[in-house]
């Protein structure tokens, strides 16, 4: 009896080593708050989604077409996006809680003397990461291009998301 105990002991130990070994782990910037990982670890067991690169959507349609007063400001612009992200994701049973990775590409905003308006990228992105209802954090990368293929654009981003056993 003693050795079945000890068994039965060690396996629940192995198991729960075995879970925290498949957990996905985010380990933020050393003395820092902002709102991202520095490093993220996904374990080999998480299935990895890739979201292609994606544009907003008009924001408003009186607007003349293909302009960025079409598709708004930096902040407008993100907010579609990662709305737009988070419903591809949903489709697949994943929410913006499971983003591991976010790569941003900005095109400087004329209304910001041709400069990329990083105000504008974190007012939209700290609604949806780094939130009390959701608090993981991507690795992220912004960087400013010089166009994207849709006239009127300012952002365009692509996801990884994960999700472990």
Do not use: H
């Given at each position: 009896m003693?050795?079945?105990?000890?068994?039965?002991?060690?396996?629940?130990?192995?198991?729960?080593?075995?879970?925290?070994?498949?957990?996905?782990e985010?380990?933020?910037?050393?003395?820092?708050?902002?709102?991202?990982?520095?490093?993220?670890?996904?374990?080999?067991?998480?299935?990895?989604?890739?979201?292609?690169?994606?544009?907003?959507?008009?924001?408003?349609?009186?607007?003349?077409?293909q302009?960025?007063?079409?598709?708004?400001?930096?902040?407008?612009?993100?907010?579609?996006?990662?709305?737009?992200?988070?419903?591809?994701?949903?489709?697949?049973?994943?929410?913006?809680?499971?983003?591991?990775?976010?790569?941003?590409?900005?095109?400087?905003?004329?209304?910001?003397?041709?400069?990329?308006?990083?105000?504008?990228?974190?007012?939209a992105?700290?609604?949806?990461?780094?939130?009390?209802?959701?608090?993981?954090?991507?690795?992220?990368?912004?960087?400013?291009?010089?166009?994207l293929?849709?006239?009127?654009?300012?952002?365009?981003?692509?996801?990884?998301?994960?999700?472990?056993?």
């Amino acid at each position: 009896m003693k050795t079945a105990a000890l068994l039965l002991g060690a396996l629940m130990t192995l198991s729960a080593l075995d879970a925290q070994a498949d957990a996905i782990e985010r380990v933020a910037p050393p003395g820092s708050n902002f709102p991202i990982s520095q490093l993220v670890s996904v374990p080999a067991s998480a299935t990895l989604t890739f979201v292609s690169g994606t544009l907003p959507d008009v924001a408003d349609p009186k607007a003349a077409p293909q302009t960025v007063a079409a598709y708004g400001n930096t902040e407008t612009q993100t907010f579609s996006v990662l709305s737009k992200i988070r419903t591809a994701l949903q489709s697949q049973g994943l929410d913006l809680g499971d983003v591991v990775q976010l790569r941003v590409f900005l095109v400087g905003d004329p209304a910001n003397g041709g400069r990329l308006d990083f105000a504008g990228l974190q007012a939209a992105y700290t609604k949806f990461f780094a939130t009390a209802d959701q608090p993981n954090k991507p690795t992220r990368t912004a960087l400013q291009v010089v166009a994207l293929p849709l006239p009127g654009a300012l952002v365009e981003i692509e996801a990884i998301a994960a999700k472990a056993p």
